[in-house]
């Protein structure tokens, strides 16, 4: 089974407390905790949706085994600190436009672990995306639904549409 783990956060979020809130139209510093908390969930959220990392983070990533070639998830790879086979480093060559894809010098390999650090991605469209979906959190907060039959969507529709120009693309 691959499983990816996040080792530390290395950045900071793009959207501000202050830019949310003049977003959401909010003038009281009283829910500037709970703004927070959802900027970082909102940021999370577009992060796993994408499969980019928007903040930039250190990970390890590792997989059972491999043909040598492989795809790191979490792109943008701005460094590679280790690349090792069953606990012993082996050569490796980087490819892909974001760097995200490791091609093993030796081929095949058997639990290979790869840990990097990404850049993280920060431009208006995400930004616009994450104070969306903040302001979708902070206008819900408790589930509520005076119709059983209603079907609500947690995710404002724009919101993917914005995010899913930034979604991987395999033809």
């Known amino acids: 089974m691959r499983e990816i783990k996040i080792n530390s956060t290395d950045g900071s979020e793009i959207v501000l407390v ?3 809130k ?3 139209r909010v ?7 709970i703004i927070t908390r959802m900027i970082t969930q909102a940021r999370i959220w577009c992060e796993n949706y994408i ?36 606990g012993t480093a082996v050569s490796y060559s980087v490819l892909g436009l974001d760097n995200e894809t490791i091609e093993l010098d030796g081929g095949s390999a058997d639990k290979v672990k790869v840990t990097y650090v990404t850049s993280g991605l920060d431009d208006n469209l995400l930004k616009q995306a994450i ?5 979708t959190y902070y206008d819900n907060r408790a589930d509520f639904s005076s119709d059983q039959k209603s ?4 995710i404002p529709t724009n919101v993917r549409d914005i995010l899913n120009s930034y979604k991987a693309m395999y033809l």
């Open 51 to 86: 499969s980019r990392d928007i903040v930039a983070k250190t990970r390890t990533y590792y997989l059972p085994e491999t043909n040598g070639i492989f795809d790191l998830p979490f792109a943008p790879v701005s460094s590679i600190s280790s690349v090792t086979s069953d």
């Open 22 to 24: 003049d977003y959401m």
């Open 18 to 20: 202050a830019t949310a």
């Open 151 to 154: 079907n609500v969507e947690s």
């Open 27 to 33: 003038s009281s510093t009283v829910d500037d905790n």
């Open 131 to 135: 104070m969306q979906l903040v302001s």
